[in-house]
């Protein structure tokens, strides 16, 4: 049986990381991988966007996607088209923002919605299918089934132990893109899963209620195992939080020596679990963990208690430092409260400016996430519904600092302070780092994004679509 695999765009009007980043569907390998007596395809559309050529090339029997938040109208339009094109098809929906909010999936376009983790329910689904070619799922625990009457979940699948039942990445379906991915100022980049969700109560963050906060991870001798056969230099951890559990990345750290695995790495964490661990980032650091992205969230601790942050000034000071004298670098998350002013925008340049070791730095403004309690706090007050704009860089809630525009304005003049930081701390400037094949797309996407942040306030006023 043939089985495509689509990665859909982001939206048009996603604004952010998706001009300064490429990387690979990590998720749909892994998915690709479940099924491996099958014949296997996956379209990055990231990338290349010529859908319909590869539905005519391949002549699928199963098209299965993944949607996140800013990709929720591109999934659908993807299974428009493949109903267009053969309405035999199964069409198969995960990912993060289908299982927070399948509703907005009910489709007649869609047939299957997997919920969470979803390798043991794609591979029953597709086994009934190559045996029957009929839609009758409704036994497979862990499923949303599309409906005119409405949305029908199948019974709840229990939440893994671990993630050992999953394969390793097949990485070979993604290999004529290879070459194209890269993130940010890194052009031989590869992604790894060791670990699924979060046990902190942060009100604004959607990971923890991907697993109800139950962290889910991977056994290190697995996880060796793959990073065995990546050919990429620098290595993603796409992990909610690597480092929650010390005891297994002291034994992944020491299986890495063991291997003489060299590589360079980046991986999200707290800062509190910086403060409280300091001994297992000085191994790591030795073993190339080289960038850590952690929100420090502001620069005062009213503003931390805020979000449920669970931290404060002084544990953000103390994290900064251990992993400075370590010598690895940050990427530093601040959320942009509705109420900023041009005042709070220069503390945090100010705070930044001070602080060496913080080479990237991110403005968020605060975003009541599909699926968060937050959002169900929020939802009387969003001013779009549009799931493009959801892209952690427009504002959805009402600015009362100042006019959108006005905060639209300053988001442009200080990331561009931000831009010239991070250049001259990373040594941008430098000739092997100007040269690499990857430059000319992450100048002209720091450029687009430059363009689009001062328009970016009429984003808000597009209509959700009111149909696919």
Partial sequence: MKILL???????????????????????????????????????????????????????????????????????RVFKTVRSF??????????????????EFNSPYIDVIVLGEGVPAFREIIARW????????????????PRPEGMHFTELRPFPANLDHMPRPNRALTARYRSHYFYLFENSVASIQTSLGCTF???????????????????????????????????MFCDDHSFIDVKRMERMHDLIVQAGIKKRYFAYTRTDCVVKNPEIFA?????????????????????????????????????IK???????????????????????????DAYVSKRPNIVLTELTPLTPLPGTGFHQEAQDRVITHHREVYDLAHFVLPTTGLPQPGMYRLMQKYYFRIALRAAWRLKLFRP?????????????????????????????????????
């Fill in 322 to 348: 251990i992993l400075a004298d370590n010598g690895i670098a940050m990427s530093a998350g601040f959320l942009v409260m509705p109420d900023y002013t041009e005042e709070d925008f220069r503390r945090i």
């Fill in 86 to 103: 053969n309405p035999s098809i199964l069409t198969v929906l995960g990912g993060h923002h289908a299982t927070l909010c399948p509703q």
């Fill in 130 to 145: 190559n045996e029957s070619r009929e839609l009758n799922f409704e036994d497979i625990q862990g499923l949303a089934l």
């Fill in 201 to 235: 109560p942060c009100n604004f963050c959607s990971c923890q209620h991907f697993t109800q906060r139950r962290f889910i991870a991977r056994s290190p001798e697995l996880i060796i195992e793959d990073l065995k056969t990546i050919q990429e230099d620098f290595i």
């Fill in 6 to 76: 689509v990665n859909p765009p982001s939206g048009e009007l996603t604004v952010g990381l998706k001009h300064l980043a490429k990387v690979e569907p990590l998720g749909l390998e892994i998915i690709g991988a479940a099924v491996p007596e099958h014949e296997v395809e996956l379209l990055d559309m990231e990338i290349d966007t010529d859908l319909e050529g590869a539905l005519r090339r391949f002549n699928p029997d199963v098209v299965g996607a993944s949607a996140q938040v800013v990709q929720t109208y591109t999934a659908q």
């Fill in 283 to 319: 191994k790591w650091a030795k073993i190339g963990l080289v960038l850590v992205m952690t929100g420090l969230e502001a620069i005062d601790d009213s503003r931390i208690h805020e979000v449920n942050k669970k931290s404060s000034i002084e544990i953000n000071e103390q994290a």
């Fill in 432 to 468: 092997r780092a100007v040269f690499r094949r990857h430059m000319p797309f992450l100048v002209s996407g720091v450029l687009r994004n430059g363009f689009l942040i001062r328009r970016m306030h009429k984003h808000t006023a597009v209509p959700a679509p009111e149909e696919i």
